[in-house]
């Protein structure tokens, strides 16, 4: 009987991984993750556009002509309407 316990015990252990291994094998696998992650963010800390795009006449124009762009509520110049209720209506 002894023989089929020892046999079944030497059967599951080499079912089972090793537990240094899966640990080894984790390890690695996060520092991984780590890694891509951090060069991820510092792809982030770059600018998408160089120094100085916003501020290119050609963009700037581009707010002043487009009324899509020039009226939008972050955008519009709040004195605006004032201008426009002065000069339309003359005392």
């Not at 079912?15 to 291994?21: A, G, I, S």
């Not at 009324?67 to 110049?77: F, Y």
Request: proline share 8%; glycine share 4%; charged share 30%.
């Amino acid at each position: 009987m002894g023989f089929i316990m020892e046999f079944a015990e030497n059967l599951i252990l080499k079912l089972m991984e090793d537990p240094k291994k899966r640990d080894q094998q984790a390890r690695e696998r996060l520092y991984a993750v780590k890694d891509r992650c951090e060069r991820s963010k510092e792809m982030w800390s770059y600018p998408l556009r160089p120094y100085g795009f916003w501020t290119f006449e050609r963009h700037n124009s581009q707010l002043a002509w487009d009324p899509q762009i020039s009226q939008v509520p972050g955008r519009r110049d709040p004195y605006d309407d004032l201008l426009q209720q002065t000069f339309n209506n003359p005392k």
